[in-house]
């Protein structure tokens, strides 16, 4: 059974930095992209940050600079430091596995889409008050 179990939410202020972890288990992870979405009160499920199990990662180009994934595939974590954080970052943040097998993608490639994840986590909330 494959569980996907994220931390580190919180509220924080304006300008700070937060640290959410995703730990995975049930299955081997070597062949799946293990990402981050959130999900704004009011809005759709956006794609965040991701990373594939050679270590090729990708965050969107909005938050590149502020925000900073990253994978331990020895202990099936994904990892999203996010700093200088604003009041529209807050959301409900996802973790997610998505198998890269049927994709026709690149090799390389990272997927960026919500219906390209098999699985997901609960979420865990970030509220940054301004």
């Known amino acids: 059974q494959v569980q996907l179990v994220e931390s580190g939410g919180g509220l924080v202020q304006a300008g700070a930095s937060l640290k959410l972890s995703c730990a995975a288990s049930g299955r081997s992870f070597s062949s799946y992209a293990l990402g981050w979405f959130r999900q704004a009160p009011g809005k759709g499920r956006e794609f965040v940050a991701a990373c594939i199990g050679t270590g090729g990662c990708i965050t969107t180009s909005a938050e590149k600079g502020r925000f900073t994934v990253s994978r331990d595939n020895a202990v099936n974590m994904v990892f999203l430091q996010m700093d200088r954080l604003k009041p529209e970052d807050t959301a409900d943040y996802y973790c997610?596995?998505?198998?890269?097998?049927?994709?026709?993608?690149?090799?390389?490639?990272?997927?960026?889409?919500?219906?390209?994840?098999?699985?997901w986590g609960q979420g865990t909330h970030v509220t940054v008050s301004s």
């Open positions: 997610a596995a998505g198998s890269l097998g049927g994709l026709g993608l690149r090799v390389g490639q990272i997927p960026q889409e919500r219906s390209q994840y098999n699985y």
